[in-house]
């Protein structure tokens, strides 16, 4: 029989010690049996579930270096204290940081798949009202009770999470029917090399981005998956992209050319008599054309355009718009996950 149990959360506190991350002996248990007993540790918990660290960028080196390394391998050796241990360890990592706080260096952030702003989106005044709103009706210095419309939004929000939940199991079982053609492929690797990314990690995690979107939705890999991959894996591991230049700083554009000279009515008829001729030879070839694309063979889409200039410069408006979502409030921020 197949038993569905909950997913593990393990939350990794900041001073955590490296006995309580990996395990350790149970100094109790140890006594009562005369053996030594092993009392694992968070990571052990974690395993097929959720682990997360708040400010990762505020642990010591060789705790993040011990995490990570860890979380890629997916497993963990204990050679300790006359212990000699090894258990499985997979678990999906969320991360998040305040570049402001101190910054995540490389190396680190290379090894996380995705990486976007939390503050990407600034509110408008009718929606820090409903936030604050809601709030204050689930507040327990509040008796704890909620208006109508509070409890009906919850209800909604409850539904939707459990829609989500219903399309992401759908989707496990449909990714593995899919498959990223080599043009994709090629889009992507040309945008890794464009944007100056060093190592593979960039075009193998948006390879993966590229499928888990198709998947969601239900359909096979299309521009706009191939795009988003380029946003969530391939822009933050660029290492030579610029600030796009200010419109103020553009050169202006040349004047335009000065109009032709002018030229004799009958010229104008025979002018207009030729293009009448060309739109009418033109339009014969349309119905021929218009039985061509039953025949054709599906052909993978692909951006027709690159995100990237060739000097690593974002040149797509949704990437440029993308990059420059920064929050304008220190208050509140928690930066980048």
């Not at 999906?92 to 976007?116: C, G, K, M, Q, V």
């Not at 998956?225 to 660029?238: E, M, N, Q, S, Y």
């Not at 030579?240 to 202006?252: C, L």
């Not at 293009?275 to 039985?291: A, F, L, R, Y």
């Amino acid at each position: 029989e197949t038993e569905i149990i909950k997913a593990p959360f393990v939350q990794v506190p900041l001073n955590v010690m490296e006995d309580r991350l990996l395990g350790s002996a149970d100094l109790e248990e140890s006594v009562k049996s005369g053996k030594t007993v092993f009392a694992p540790g968070l990571l052990a918990k974690a395993h097929r579930g959720v682990l997360y660290v708040d400010d990762i960028n505020l642990l010591d080196d060789e705790t993040a270096n011990i995490l990570l390394n860890i979380v890629n391998d997916g497993y963990v050796n204990v050679e300790r204290e006359g212990i000699s241990v090894r258990y499985p360890c997979r678990p999906l990592l969320i991360a998040t940081f305040n570049p402001e706080e101190a910054e995540l260096r490389d190396h680190l952030l290379d090894r996380i798949a995705i990486s976007l702003s939390a503050d990407a989106q600034v509110l408008e005044i009718k929606q820090r009202v409903d936030a604050v709103d809601a709030v204050i009706d689930f507040s327990p210095s509040e008796g704890g009770t909620a208006s109508e419309e509070g409890k009906e939004a919850l209800k909604v929000a409850i539904a939707n999470e459990q829609d989500l939940a219903t399309s992401i199991i759908f989707a496990r079982e449909y990714i593995k029917e899919l498959d990223i053609a080599p043009s994709q492929m090629l889009y992507l690797c040309e945008e890794a090399i464009r944007a100056g990314c060093q190592g593979h990690r960039a075009e193998i995690f948006a390879t993966e981005v590229a499928k888990a979107s198709a998947a969601l939705n239900g359909r096979q890999i299309n521009g706009d998956d191939l795009k988003t991959a380029v946003k969530l894996a391939i822009f933050p591991r660029g290492t030579f992209i610029n600030t796009p230049m200010d419109e103020d700083d553009m050169m202006p554009p040349p004047p335009p050319p000065p109009p032709p000279p002018p030229m004799d009515e009958q010229q104008d008829q025979d002018k207009d008599e030729e293009d009448q001729e060309e739109e009418e030879d033109i339009e014969e070839p349309e119905d021929e054309e218009d039985d061509a694309p039953e025949d054709s063979p599906d052909v993978p889409e692909v951006p027709q355009e690159f995100m990237f200039d060739v000097d690593a410069t974002p040149i797509d408006p949704d990437l440029i718009e993308f990059s420059q979502r920064e929050r304008s409030g220190k208050g509140g921020g928690r930066g980048l996950i």
